[in-house]
């Protein structure tokens, strides 16, 4: 099955949802980078994030840049899309690996860290891009996107995301987010 974007409106409008899978984009990075399990989830939620952000923008030529850099073993995390969107990344550490975490799944939290940033530089056409800075909250990526999309670009919203990785590569990547729509009643 390919990748793909859908959004939609619920609640009359005033939820706006959008899911994304991105199963084969996370496991051609795999591929291409030589990642191990752990890194190929920290990535893949990195890349799966930055392609629904870049879905957003209305320009074919803005381009979105995300860097995350926490205080984990994995070091600087890197994704880069245009709007179509077109997305590539990296993380500093490919070959990255820890004990499962207490729920028994890949620690994505402690690969990336819970001290250190977020940075999102959208290039939009304007005189100076847009740049947005957030704290890690957790590592995990889900929720520290949260909070930079609480903090950073002030829209109320969820966010989820999940790799499934086996010994035979990426079974599944896919993302849901909301966000409550300005629209008021």
Known sequence: MEDK???????????????IKTT?????????????????????????ITALMANEMKNKEDKITVQIKGDGKIGTILAVANNKPEVKGYVQN???????????????GGAVGN????NVIKDIGLKEPYIGISNLTSGEIADDFTNYFVNSEQRQSAVAL??????????EARRIFNYTNARCN
């Open 115 to 118: 001290e250190g940033y977020i």
């Open 162 to 171: 999940g790799v499934l990785v086996d010994k035979n590569g990426v079974r």
């Open 94 to 108: 490919p070959y990255v690996d820890l004990p499962l975490n207490e729920f028994g799944k890949l620690d994505v």
């Open 24 to 48: 084969k984009l996370v496991e051609e990075a795999r591929k291409i980078h030589d990642l191990s399990p752990l890194a190929t989830a920290v990535l893949g939620r990195v890349l799966t």
């Open 5 to 19: 974007i859908t959004s939609f409106l619920a609640y009359e409008g005033r939820i706006a949802i959008t899911a």
